[in-house]
């Protein structure tokens, strides 16, 4: 229905900055509510890291407030996130997500999608 492709991930060492871009597409006419990012560190539980609506309003989780922004081109049905003051514990595969409705027949229906991930690994 609707693929989400991220890229941007990469090997930075602590302090540097990685921006991440993720973006959406399918074959059937969509539209988008909010898109974001989630990361999942080894032994850990995926978390939200930044989400952003398509009408541009942000939130962030506590661990990266301040550092971390998240943007979106709408039209585009792309979202970014600039990660800035990485630290080690940074490191995890950053998902992206999107959620929305898609027509299907003469119906819209709701959609969640996720990507497959790019890997950020912050050196200490």
């Known amino acids: 229905q609707v693929q989400l492709v991220e890229s941007g991930g990469g090997l930075v060492q602590a302090g540097g900055s990685l921006r991440l871009s993720c973006v959406a597409s399918g074959s059937i006419f969509f539209s988008i509510n909010a898109m974001g990012w989630y990361r999942q560190a080894p032994g850990k539980q995926r978390e939200l890291v930044a989400g952003?609506?398509?009408?541009?309003?942000?939130n962030y989780g506590d661990s990266v407030k301040g550092r971390f922004t998240i943007s979106g081109n709408s039209a585009k049905n792309r979202v970014y996130l600039q990660l800035n003051s990485l630290q080690p514990e940074d490191t995890a595969v950053y998902y992206c997500?999107?959620?929305?409705?898609?027509?299907?027949?003469?119906?819209?229906?709701?959609?969640?999608?996720w990507g497959q991930g790019t890997q950020v690994t912050v050196s200490s």
């Open positions: 997500n999107a959620d929305g409705k898609y027509v299907d027949g003469v119906a819209w229906k709701n959609f969640a999608s």
């Open positions: 952003i609506t398509s009408g541009g309003n942000a």
